[in-house]
């Protein structure tokens, strides 16, 4: 089957063919309908869970999927052939990813049904972006209906999932952004936009919010000085998070998506309940996987990229 792959760390991505998987006992087998991308896809290429996981090569890129599928393993299964899925692809070891024909997946682990009236290209991209909002809401950050979240980084995948869920919750969202994305951000839920390349974040988010804001979600900051700019802005004994490890000690907690079929489900029930829908910026075979791929290092996210295989 076609996928692609890295042949070794920090090396360029390319489309290659490798043997079709075929699933064990307790496994099916997807057929992959749509990929999508997640900065989490070049990372793991640049080495990022070297030393921390097995790894095989070339080494299958991506996690997000929604397909359909295909062949179910030896062993009782509480999928049949045919069952619209879809899931995060994350088990050891890492190489077996989705940007390919096919993926097998173990029963029990980050994968769930598309209930009827959600497509499996809406479904496809929901899955890191989507729990790992989840996630926050419920575990990462503790806000009620009124408080404000100051979340940075808010027009991409996880920050567009983060925005509708939490106006779901009235929980108030202030989006930082680059550039002008009022329209997209206020379609979403957001109660503001504060463009960070022409205002100050502290002045702006200052102006409007007195006493500091319930919660901080800092989705950007690569080192712990920025995250500080963002966590000043939070109210004493308020919470401040990274999902990007940027966190020290005391300031704030650095987040670590732990996905299950069970939060999957959870996330299929806010998308039938209409809560979250994130956008699809673009739809590209796999062969265009490479080029999106160094396109996202640069940023300019605005919601999820697909590919079909
Ligand atoms: N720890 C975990 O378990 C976990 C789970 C999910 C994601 N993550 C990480 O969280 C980060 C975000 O993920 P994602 O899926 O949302 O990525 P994404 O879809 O690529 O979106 C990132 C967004 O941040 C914006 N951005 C970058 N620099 C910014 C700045 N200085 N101010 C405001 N916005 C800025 C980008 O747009 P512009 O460039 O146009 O500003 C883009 O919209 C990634 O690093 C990802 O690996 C971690």
């Not at 869970?49 to 509480?78: I, K, S, T, Y």
């Not at 790992?132 to 503790?142: D, F």
């Not at 100050?200 to 102006?207: H, L, T």
Request: hydrophobic share 45%; charged share 20%; proline share 8%.
């Amino acid at each position: 089957m076609r996928a692609v792959a890295v042949p070794a760390f920090r090396a360029t991505p390319e489309v290659i063919h490798v043997p079709k998987p075929s699933p064990g006992p307790g496994e099916v087998l997807v057929k992959i309908e749509y990929a999508a991308l997640n900065p989490f896809d070049w990372q793991v290429a640049d080495g990022l869970l070297d030393g921390r996981a097995p790894h095989v090569f070339p080494l299958v890129l991506g996690v997000d999927f929604a397909g359909r599928v295909d062949v179910v393993g030896p062993g009782e299964n509480r999928f049949v052939v045919g069952d619209a899925v879809y899931g995060q692809a994350g088990r050891p070891p890492v190489g077996t990813g989705t940007y390919a024909e096919y993926v097998t997946m173990p029963q029990d682990a980050a994968i769930a049904g598309v209930p009827d009236g959600i497509t499996l290209r809406a479904a496809a991209a929901l899955p890191t972006a989507g729990m790992t909002a989840l996630q926050i809401l419920r575990t990462g950050v503790a806000l009620e209906p009124g408080d404000t979240l100051l979340l940075v980084g808010a027009a991409g995948g996880v920050g567009s999932a983060l925005t509708q869920l939490a106006a779901a919750r009235d929980i108030r969202v202030v989006a930082v952004v680059r550039g002008d994305e009022r329209e997209r951000m206020r379609a979403l839920g957001a109660v503001l936009s504060i463009d960070s390349t022409e205002q100050s974040v502290p002045e702006a988010c200052g102006r409007v919010v007195l006493g500091g804001v319930d919660a901080v979600v800092d989705l950007v900051s690569a080192d712990a000085s920025s995250f500080e700019t963002y966590a000043r802005l939070m109210r004493p004994g308020g919470a401040a998070l990274s999902t990007r490890g940027c966190a020290p000690p005391g300031l704030g907690v650095n987040f670590h998506l732990t996905a299950s079929g069970a939060l999957l489900d959870a996330l299929a029930a806010a998308a039938v309940a209409g809560e979250i829908h994130v956008p699809v910026e673009g739809e590209y075979p796999l062969e265009k996987v490479p080029e999106a791929l160094e396109r996202n290092r640069g940023g300019g996210a605005r919601g999820k990229t697909l590919f079909v295989p």
